[in-house]
């Protein structure tokens, strides 16, 4: 089992910046895909950023330029940073972790850009 659980959402003026963390626990040991996904309101979850087999990275259009995914293998942590954010970046961020063929989700954590 893996436990995933994210910080470092919240509130931030159009343009601003915000540091997404996801702290891995438990059985880690061979992760195939781990990444970001976001779902406003009223809206399918969508994937934000990921790095498959280590080494791949993939963004949304929406994203590229702007956000940049990154691990740190020592804490098990999986970050986003988040740079001039706007509001259509509002919603809630899940981080994902793929292993071995079973999924993994963490509970989320809130980003709100006001205008």
């Known amino acids: 089992q893996v436990q995933l659980v994210e910080s470092g959402g919240g509130t931030v003026q159009v343009g601003g910046s915000l540091r997404l963390s996801c702290a891995m626990s438990?059985?880690?040991?061979?992760?195939?895909?781990m990444g970001w996904y976001r779902q406003a309101t009223g809206k399918q979850r969508e994937l934000v950023a990921s790095?498959?087999?280590?080494?791949?990275?993939k963004y949304a259009d929406s994203v590229k330029g702007r956000f940049a995914i990154s691990g740190d293998n020592a804490k098990n942590t999986l970050y986003l940073q988040m740079n001039s954010l706007a509001p259509e970046d509002t919603g809630v961020y899940y981080c994902?972790?793929?292993?071995?063929?079973?999924?993994?989700w963490g509970q989320g954590t809130q980003v709100t850009v006001s205008s």
């Open positions: 994902n972790l793929d292993q071995e063929g079973d999924t993994y």
């Open positions: 790095i498959i087999n280590g080494w791949q990275i």
């Open positions: 438990g059985t880690v040991f061979s992760i195939n895909r």
